[in-house]
């Protein structure tokens, strides 16, 4: 079975300050790890994908995510917030076969100017 | 190719109704998806093809709920004597696997709204 929870479903962050979404998984088998962005009625886009090899994985508009198996989690990040980052986040679980995709409740992320 | 294409982008139907959404993937795609997102939630599984197989159908898929992919291109998706319950935004996506899982490319959606 695979799950996961994304802590925080606001995050406030000033404009140029830091971004840390946070995401842990459950999975009984190796993850594949996905993050995505979600504008006011829009479908979602990918921002990044964890399969294997390198835990550090960089993706779309600045944002970068690692995975920590020993922690279970798959944290977003970006140095510094921009107000085009204001959206809402997913993040995502799959198996080896992508026979489906185990989405969090989301994070709303607010850039305050 | 422009993405993943769903229409209507927003449907307003009286309960008990019939409504249908059309979904044309990508077009080399295999996978396609279908998922139901409301309000404040992620989104949730509801069914999936390979080619013209559907292959999985979540609990959430009840019996007023139909989907087919004639020919492994575009999908559509039914929903018989609708009820409020069912308003939603109905999320198609479409990925091309080959081995290993691939992302999911996803479409603007369909806005359902049951009065």
């Known amino acids: 079975a695979q799950s996961v929870t994304q802590l925080g479903s606001h995050v406030s962050v000033s404009e140029g300050a830091l971004v840390l979404l946070r995401c842990n998984y459950s999975?009984?088998?190796?993850?594949?790890l996905f993050w995505y962005v979600q504008y006011p009625n829009q479908g979602l886009q990918l921002l990044l994908k964890?399969?294997?090899?390198?835990?550090l994985v960089k993706g779309i508009n600045g944002f970068e995510a690692e995975f920590k198996k020993s922690e279970t989690s798959f944290h977003l990040t970006k140095p510094s917030a921009h107000m085009s980052d204001a959206a809402e986040y997913f993040c995502?679980?799959?198996?080896?076969?992508?026979?489906?995709?185990?989405f969090g409740t989301g994070t709303s992320l607010t850039v305050i100017p | 190719d422009t993405g993943v294409s769903q229409n209507p982008r927003h449907k307003i139907t009286k309960r008990g109704q019939n409504v249908t959404f059309r979904c044309d993937p990508i077009s080399e795609h295999n996978r396609l998806y279908w998922y139901r997102q409301t309000l404040g939630q992620g989104p949730e599984f509801l069914t999936y093809?390979?080619?013209?197989?559907?292959?999985?159908k979540s609990r959430l898929l009840s019996d007023r709920f139909s989907a087919e992919r004639p020919k492994g291109s575009f999908s559509t998706l039914e929903i018989q004597r609708t009820e409020q319950g069912d308003s939603a935004m109905y999320l198609c996506?479409?990925?091309?696997?080959?081995?290993?899982?691939?992302?999911?490319?996803f479409g603007q959606g369909t806005r359902l709204t049951v009065v």
């Open positions: 999975s009984s088998v190796p993850p594949y």
């Open positions: 996506a479409s990925s091309l696997r080959q081995g290993e899982a691939a992302e999911a490319f």
């Open positions: 964890y399969t294997t090899g390198a835990t």
């Open positions: 093809f390979q080619n013209e197989a559907q292959l999985e």
């Open positions: 995502a679980v799959s198996d080896w076969a992508g026979n489906q995709f185990y």
